[in-house]
């Protein structure tokens, strides 16, 4: 069974700080990786998506990627107290499973003023 | 872009009884649509893959009798429960994935049905 493994938090960072979000997977021909951020009660928002190994930065967050390691990170910077959410890393493997997503537990994490 | 709508955001029904949530791409068409059920502090499920003109493909321990899906057109896909139970209270949230979008296989998630059977 593929499985995508997230410390569940709530991890608290201070505003301003870098917060740092972990992921594993056990797939290893995923080859499509997203991150979701939910607020309570909302439906999930994509934030960013990577394919390749590296990093991809966009505005405050950047994406990382190692498939060595089957691992995939989000990095937020400068965190703001609205950035507090429940972030939710999302995996889709290449071929077959008809495009679904594995999603993990998802990660609190809460922005302290 | 890439905006998905569900109809209604929360509904209240009478044990027994079937609800039908509807969800829509606006701005898109959507070969595929995706169900999930997501309970309170628990992650997302995927219940079943929706696709235009054919029938919907259920994940294992999901009753396609009970979750009865119809992907009629390319922006439209409607998924009732039958029968309600307590236990089927949650939030339901729709996903869809554009046809004429990048290689990328993005899900745009609509804003969820929270559904309360008494």
């Known amino acids: 069974q593929k499985e995508v493994e997230q410390n569940s938090g709530p991890l608290s960072v201070p505003e301003g700080a870098i917060a740092s979000l972990n992921c594993t997977y056990s797939?290893?021909?995923?080859?499509?990786f997203f991150w979701y951020r939910q607020y309570s009660g909302k439906s999930p928002e994509l934030i960013m998506s990577?394919?390749?190994?590296g990093d991809k930065e966009d505005g405050r967050f950047t994406a990382q990627l190692n498939k060595a390691s089957q691992y995939v990170s989000l990095l937020i910077r400068d965190s703001q107290p609205s950035d507090s959410a429940t972030y939710l890393c999302a995996v889709k493997e290449f071929t077959g499973g008809g495009n679904k997503l594995t999603f993990g537990t998802g990660t609190q994490l809460k922005v302290e003023l | 872009g890439a905006v998905v709508s569900q109809h209604p955001s929360w509904v209240i029904c009478k044990s027994g009884t079937s609800v039908k949530i509807e969800c829509r791409s606006l701005d898109f068409q959507a070969t595929t649509m995706f169900w999930y059920r997501q309970f309170p502090k628990q992650s997302l499920m995927l219940m079943a893959t929706s696709n235009e003109g054919s029938k919907a493909t259920y994940e294992q321990g999901v009753e396609k009798d009970k979750f009865l899906i119809n992907h009629a057109s390319l922006t439209l896909s409607t998924l009732t429960v039958t029968s309600a139970h307590p236990e089927d209270s949650s939030f339901y949230i729709c996903?869809?994935?554009?046809?004429?979008?990048?290689?990328?296989?993005?899900?745009?998630f609509g804003p969820g049905t929270r559904l309360t059977v008494l």
């Open positions: 797939d290893r021909v995923s080859q499509s």
């Open positions: 990577i394919y390749s190994n």
């Open positions: 996903s869809a994935r554009s046809y004429a979008t990048n290689s990328y296989n993005e899900q745009f």
